[in-house]
DNA sequence: TTATTATATTGCAATATTACGATAAACAAA
DNA sequence: TTTGTTTATCGTAATATTGCAATATAATAA
């Protein structure tokens, strides 16, 4: 096949996978990084910042967007990126439910 | 191309992105939660537990334990999976620095 | 020994992802 | 208008993932 069955689970599960997987990759790590290191949110220069072509990193970014992980603004001739907090306390969320059910477990 | 240029990437780049990787199907997902759902470690019974077949489920948990998101050992005939709370660690550390940048950001 | 049970591996078809050149679209500046 | 700058989309080749039937392996039970 190659096609996950994503009928079979829950929304939740198919919702945390889909978080996941728009991470699953180093550029998009990298990009995540990127938007950290600096004070403000980051109008252009994400291109030259990764060793790769423009078209790879819009579509990263552009899967970034699509999973709610990084918001972009129109800001006059570029695009400005910047983190989604509430994605990141979703994912945090997952784990400290993740880290609540592991208290009550053998390892 | 189709390979991702992990080379051009750091250590932790690719290693956080390996993690998110292995977490970025729900069945994972599903197996992670199912391990959770029980107040000690599984042994047997997950393939009753989820829609796939048994060879497809194999092949998830050998994901899942390559990158050490649980650990299996040999219980008898059967073999005992739990999470592994130092890989839960890693991610929830990953995401407290991601936090704590955020502090000082616009958004 | 021969079942039986549980898990892993192999092989393969269907599908998805990754990367990038070429090109398009949107918009500001000249 | 034309030119330059920035980001998005298209098309496509290379590679990876997903799922499962068939089979193999490993350990226990009879």
Known sequence: ???????????EQNEMA????ALSHPARI?????????DS??????VN???????TISQHLKELKNANIIK???EGTAICYCINPDTIDKIENHFGMIRHKLKNKCC
Chains 1, 2 share one sequence.
């Open 1 to 11: 096949m190659g096609a996950s069955k994503s009928e079979s689970f829950s929304v």
């Open 41 to 46: 949110c980051i109008c252009g220069d994400i």
């Open 30 to 38: 990298a990009i995540v990084d990127y938007l950290l290191t600096v």
């Open 49 to 55: 910042e990764l060793p790769l072509a423009q078209p």
């Open 18 to 21: 889909t978080l996941f997987k």
């Open 72 to 74: 972009g603004t129109i």
